[in-house]
């Protein structure tokens, strides 16, 4: 699985949601800048996170996005599945489907196991990765500077 700018940026969107978490909903505007993201492109994604319930939006002079849980409540894993799909290296592993485009016969796959292992490797590790221990990770990297 490779991540897109699609799940980068929209890590990268709630990321900031989560360092400013409690202060209110803050423009699209604001954190494209901060981001370093379009603003039209954010506008997409924000919609989608939106729409799984990680945001919620406030409209008007003071609107703006904000977290829709507390940041130790969100993980790596679901903004990655909202926005990108299932974690899955190989279509074969995806659960949706009985075999992939590479593999008829799954049950038989020397390979299958090594794939396997890799994705519930990647899923762990975003899963148990929430926004709360990426937010304490940058205050660990500013106290150190």
Not at 13 to 22: I, P, Q
Not at 29 to 50: C, D, G, N
Not at 108 to 123: F, P
Request: aromatic fraction near 6%; charge should be negative.
């Amino acid at each position: 699985m490779r991540v897109s700018t699609r799940g980068e940026y929209g890590v990268r969107a709630m990321f900031d949601l989560a360092l400013n978490f409690g202060e209110g909903p803050i423009a699209l505007k604001t954190i494209a800048e901060r981001q370093l993201i379009s603003e039209h492109y954010l506008e997409q994604l924000m919609a989608v996170l939106r729409k799984a319930k990680l945001v919620k939006s406030r409209r008007g002079a003071q609107g703006g996005y904000e977290l829709a849980d507390t940041p130790e409540n969100i993980s790596i894993g679901e903004i990655i599945r909202v926005l990108e799909g299932p974690i899955t290296p190989l279509d074969c592993l995806d659960a949706e489907k009985t075999s992939g485009p590479y593999c008829g016969a799954p049950e038989r796959c020397v390979l299958r196991n090594l794939w396997k292992e890799l994705q519930d490797s990647m899923t762990q590790v975003l899963d148990n990765t929430t926004l709360e221990d990426l937010r304490q990770d940058a205050y660990r990297l500013e106290v150190a500077e």
